[in-house]
């Protein structure tokens, strides 16, 4: 069984996906041991706090330098005996302190079908704006591992959704999440969880 650790840094509607697949038996390899959010206040943390799962905050503001946050990071995850590293719209590019103590071990989910619409500057309803403004037929989420390029580890699973005439950013984000996201994200993390069952 491999401790699940989800960064979060807002709503946390992926983190509910994660949470509800855990409590539906689709996540039998993990288990959600710990949710860190960057931001105190966020809504995630009332999420994960009404789940039972511990919480904690590890704010950058609190912290001089962005190795001094992924230290920190790290050790929170290292007292927890965290495995596997979830990040589920958590908004800050991890170090090399993170990418060296969970090589192949972290997992992001982006609402795009990476490699389009992703990248430095691609994050929340930016990256829907670019797809309407660019006239695609069909947009989608991936869900990749974490290595030292954004967005650039390799890709786990993939999922397309339709673009709708007349979509604004916000009505594109909410397909997005609904069909892909939250559907691709704990299926990822299990198959994820099955791998490193095997490694040990
Ligand atoms: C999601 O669109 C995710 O792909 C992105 O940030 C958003 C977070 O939403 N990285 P939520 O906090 O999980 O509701």
């Given at each position: 069984?491999?401790?699940?650790?989800?960064?979060?840094?807002?709503?946390?509607?992926?983190?509910?996906?994660?949470?509800?697949?855990?409590?539906?038996?689709?996540?039998?390899?993990?288990?959600?041991?710990?949710?860190?959010?960057?931001?105190?206040?966020?809504?995630?943390?009332?999420?994960?706090?009404?789940?039972?799962?511990?919480?904690q905050v590890v704010n950058p503001d609190d912290?001089?330098?962005?190795?001094?946050?992924?230290?920190?990071?790290?050790?929170?995850?290292?007292?927890f005996q965290i495995d596997l590293v979830v990040?589920?719209?958590?908004?800050?590019?991890?170090?090399?302190?993170?990418?060296?103590?969970?090589?192949?071990?972290?997992?992001?989910?982006?609402?795009?079908?990476?490699?389009?619409?992703?990248?430095?500057?691609?994050?929340?309803?930016?990256?829907?704006?670019?797809?309407?403004?660019?006239?695609?037929?069909?947009?989608?989420?991936?869900?990749?591992?974490?290595?030292?390029?954004?967005?650039?580890?390799?890709?786990?699973?993939?999922?397309?959704?339709?673009?709708?005439?007349?979509?604004?950013?916000?009505?594109?984000?909410?397909?997005?999440?609904?069909?892909?996201?939250w559907v691709l994200l704990p299926q990822a993390?299990?198959?994820?969880?099955?791998?490193?069952?095997?490694?040990?």
């Open positions: 069984m491999q401790n699940i650790a989800v960064l979060v840094s807002g709503n946390g509607s992926n983190l509910q996906a994660l949470l509800d697949a855990r409590a539906q038996g689709k996540i039998p390899g993990g288990r959600i041991a710990l949710v860190i959010s960057s931001r105190p206040g966020a809504y995630a943390l009332s999420r994960a706090e009404q789940a039972g799962v511990p919480t912290y001089e330098s962005r190795l001094e946050f992924d230290e920190a990071l790290c050790e929170m995850l290292q007292d990040l589920a719209g958590f908004m800050y590019i991890l170090g090399p302190a993170m990418l060296q103590a969970y090589p192949n071990r972290i997992l992001n989910v982006h609402p795009s079908l990476i490699p389009a619409f992703c990248g430095d500057g691609f994050y929340g309803l930016r990256v829907h704006q670019a797809v309407l403004e660019a006239g695609v037929p069909e947009t989608g989420a991936t869900v990749h591992l974490v290595n030292e390029v954004t967005d650039g580890g390799p890709i786990l699973l993939q999922k397309k959704v339709a673009v709708h005439p007349g979509d604004t950013p916000e009505t594109l984000q909410r397909r997005v999440l609904e069909e892909a996201e993390t299990q198959q994820l969880c099955e791998q490193l069952e095997h490694r040990q």
